[in-house]
């Protein structure tokens, strides 16, 4: 058994009866299958077992006499009143199969008395040694408790001390964050891959460290947000952005608007930087150079200046000026190449018919596609 996964405070244990023959299996997908959605995400059993708040489902049954019987058993890390949550939750399971079942708690039984036995016994040491004069304040007492049983600190990793969560090295995905505050509050939830970008540089260790990693933005859901999300655009990969709702920060969020934040991250081709009333007031030229194979050249007056083949527009950037063309609109793919180009000579826009693989953003140049 795997229970060793998840860190186990309880064990809690049901009887299993079934008017039918069903398989251990099927009594494992019922309970999934009934459960998921009734509590929200935040109780969704295979969500907690994937952060380690809960471990297998272990169930023993035996058929006899067309019908079958037994027990399930669920290690468990959760406190007290999810405890007994979760096992109302199982408790409401029904039907298995095409069969009426029961599954009645038993007990629940606490791994951690033993520990608590030992734990008084210290004390009771303790106390038969300590002066008087050395006992501390009632509140270092409570305080030093309350760490005891709080989330995972906030680790710092490389040399500059970056916030991140404690498996940020270890797991395939990173979710970047803003600040320190946003790192505690997704520990809170048993989220522990995230790593907190800030609004400083990046280190050269730490984009390396994340080439080799799935990146997903976590941003505030505000204009702050779409700031800081440019921002990063031009130090590192970034493969999904995930947003918080609109008007509230990733520090403040509950768990179940966290989970269903990350849930609809989006990959990072499909995010427009920009507000689309600016797309809809080129949708003529658009129409006009669409399927041409052609680039318009626009200055800051939105009057076109020249018109080139997309095979030389990278070329003909070369040849103008600074800052005489500030927009480009082309039936071509937005390349990095372009970007790099344009950057140079002050262009501010550029809408292309599609967007290709593109490793940094600069920050000055808002990018569309035909189809946005």
């Known amino acids: 058994m795997k229970n060793e996964e998840a860190p186990t405070k309880y064990l809690i244990e049901f009887d299993l009866d079934v008017d039918g023959v069903v398989e251990e299996n099927d009594v494992i997908g019922a309970i999934f299958g009934q459960t998921e959605g009734l509590l929200g995400p935040i109780f969704d059993l295979r969500e907690m077992q994937r952060v380690g708040k809960i471990g297998r489902i272990v169930v023993k049954a035996l058929n006899k006499t067309g019908k079958t019987k037994g027990t399930v058993s669920i290690f468990c890390g959760l406190d007290m009143p999810s405890t007994s949550l979760l096992s109302a939750?199982?408790?409401?399971?029904?039907?298995?199969?095409?069969?009426?079942?029961?599954i009645i708690l038993t007990r629940i039984l606490d791994y951690r008395k033993e520990k608590i036995q030992q734990i008084r016994a210290r004390a009771q040491?303790?106390?038969?040694?300590?002066?008087?004069?050395?006992?501390?304040?009632?509140?270092?007492?409570?305080?030093?408790?309350?760490r005891y049983v709080s989330p995972p600190p906030v680790m710092s990793i490389g040399k500059e001390k970056i916030a991140a969560g404690p498996m940020v090295r270890k797991g395939d995905e990173v979710i970047l964050v803003e600040g320190r505050a946003d790192v505690a509050n997704m520990l809170?939830?048993?989220i522990k891959n995230t790593l907190a970008i800030g609004g400083g540089k990046i280190p050269e260790t730490i984009k390396k460290f994340l080439q080799n990693k799935k990146v997903v933005a976590f941003l505030d859901g505000d204009r702050g947000g779409e700031l800081n999300l440019k921002k990063l655009l031009q130090t590192v990969k970034v493969d999904y952005v995930a947003r918080a709702p609109k008007g509230?920060?990733?520090?403040?969020?509950?768990?179940?608007?966290?989970?269903?934040a990350l849930e609809s991250k989006v990959p990072l081709e499909q995010v427009?930087?920009?507000?689309?009333?600016?797309?809809?007031?080129?949708?003529?030229?658009?129409k006009d150079i669409n399927g041409t194979l052609e680039a318009l050249l626009i200055d800051e007056k939105d009057k076109t200046v020249e018109k080139?083949?997309?095979?030389?527009?990278?070329?003909?950037?070369?040849?103008?000026?600074?800052?005489?063309?500030?927009?480009i609109i082309f039936d071509g793919i937005i390349t990095q190449r372009l970007l790099d180009a344009a950057e140079e000579k002050g262009i501010t826009l550029i809408i292309g018919n599609r967007k290709g693989e593109i490793v940094r953003r600069p920050v000055k140049i808002e990018i569309l596609s035909f189809g946005e």
Not at 272 to 286: H, P
Request: no cysteine.
């Open 188 to 190: 809170k939830y048993g």
């Open 308 to 327: 080139v083949a997309v095979s030389t527009l990278v070329d003909s950037l070369s040849e103008i000026e600074k800052d005489s063309i500030k927009k």
């Open 89 to 102: 939750l199982v408790e409401s399971v029904n039907q298995i199969g095409p069969y009426k079942a029961k």
């Open 272 to 286: 427009a930087l920009t507000e689309r009333e600016e797309l809809k007031s080129y949708n003529n030229l658009i």
């Open 248 to 260: 509230k920060e990733v520090e403040d969020l509950r768990p179940q608007e966290i989970f269903k």
């Open 125 to 146: 040491q303790i106390l038969d040694n300590w002066k008087v004069d050395t006992i501390p304040e009632t509140e270092d007492i409570v305080e030093s408790l309350r």
